[in-house]
């Protein structure tokens, strides 16, 4: 479970992080990534009806959730995550989609670093 902190809540927020982060598309999910400073990291989840049912959006919701938790013990601070889950998640494993997240977190964070390198900070 991740503590209210570490939750995108606000609708601005989802709409910055799309809008201007970093992005890399899955399989089976697509994140976007921005930097936030020393504050906590957060993450947000998308998971729409055409993925399937309730019951199928929340098991989907509660598997990114897991794979956003490990994700925070490795980057405490400094970034605003918000995952999309897409169709193929809803028959997706946890194994094939916790590594399309770690895929696409990673892919985020490389891109994230580029940026920061070439603005020279």
């Known amino acids: 479970m991740l503590a209210v902190r ?3 809540r606000v609708s601005a927020d989802f709409s910055r992080t799309v ?3 970093a992005r ?3 399989r089976n999910v697509v994140l976007y990534a921005v930097e936030t400073g ?3 990291s957060r993450f947000g989840f998308i998971v729409a009806k055409t993925v399937g049912n309730a019951v199928t959006r929340n098991l ?3 598997r990114l959730r897991e794979a956003a938790a490990q994700s925070l013990a ?3 601070t400094g970034l605003d995550i918000v995952v999309r889950a897409l169709p193929a998640s809803a028959s997706a494993s946890w ?3 916790s590594a399309d997240y770690r895929n696409a ?6 891109k994230l670093s580029q940026r920061h390198a070439r603005q020279g900070g």
């Open 95 to 97: 194994a094939e989609l």
């Open 19 to 21: 809008r201007s982060g």
């Open 74 to 76: 490795l980057n405490p």
């Open 60 to 62: 989907v919701k509660r």
């Open 105 to 110: 977190f990673s892919t985020c964070t490389a």
């Open 38 to 40: 020393e504050q906590p």
């Open 6 to 8: 570490n939750r995108v």
């Open 24 to 26: 890399s598309g899955r």
